[in-house]
């Protein structure tokens, strides 16, 4: 009889055990899919004031403190070991290896300011950014970022969240007011405005 309840009771809890692994897992995706529609309704596609912008950033993602991804457009991905050339005093080169994060999170904590960044610059999607102003808003810190063509904003929170927005000047975008629609090409003033409203955005919610 012991047996018989003992075994009784291990069934009971496996299956609550299962019954909390559905449920978190449930909400996990519910969570993936809310910061996903962040993404597409600030990021790629910005309204702003009474015009809206579609294709406004060429790639954006939500990310946390320690790098992890919440949502992203397709194929964001921070590489933890990439291999970067830089120079020596002397002149010659060097291949180093740097995390992609946390070479962006020096940057971001450091303003900017390349004289106190780590050795190798800022990399991401495979492309090295050049570091320029930043910019302190209410509730959070945007730093912006530029490379041939195109450009790069990244917002850190006063909780240590983050929002990243890209464009690229032979990208295709479309502005919208009213009836009126117009092809041009993504640019620096739709990043920026996209990042900055997403970036209020979470830092009103405390995020």
């Known amino acids: 009889m012991m047996v018989f309840y003992l ?21 996990y995706n519910l969570m993936v899919d809310s910061w996903g529609a962040f993404i597409q309704n600030y990021l790629v596609n910005n309204v702003h004031g009474e015009t809206t912008i579609y294709n406004a950033c060429e790639s954006g993602a939500l990310f946390g403190p320690d790098g992890t991804i919440w ?61 320029l102003d930043g910019f302190k808003g209410e509730g959070y810190y945007t730093q912006y970022f530029k490379r041939d063509g195109g450009g790069a904003a990244v917002t850190r929170t006063d ?28 640019s620096v003033g739709f990043c920026n405005n996209a990042v900055d409203d997403l970036s209020k955005v979470l830092a009103q919610s405390g995020l």
């Open 7 to 27: 075994l009784y009771s291990i069934l009971i809890i496996l299956n609550f055990l299962n019954y909390l692994f559905v449920l978190l897992k449930n909400y």
């Open 71 to 131: 949502a992203s457009t397709e194929g964001f991905k921070f590489n933890p070991a990439s291999k970067v050339t830089v120079s020596k005093d002397d002149g010659t080169t060097e291949e180093i290896t740097i995390n992609e994060f946390e070479h962006l999170k020096d940057a971001i904590e450091k303003n900017g300011d390349t004289t106190k960044m780590k050795r190798g610059g800022v990399h991401f999607m495979g492309i090295k950014w050049v570091v």
């Open 159 to 186: 909780n240590g969240n983050y929002c990243l927005g890209s464009w690229n000047a032979q990208v295709k975008a479309v502005t919208a007011k009213g009836d009126d629609k117009k092809e041009v090409k993504q």
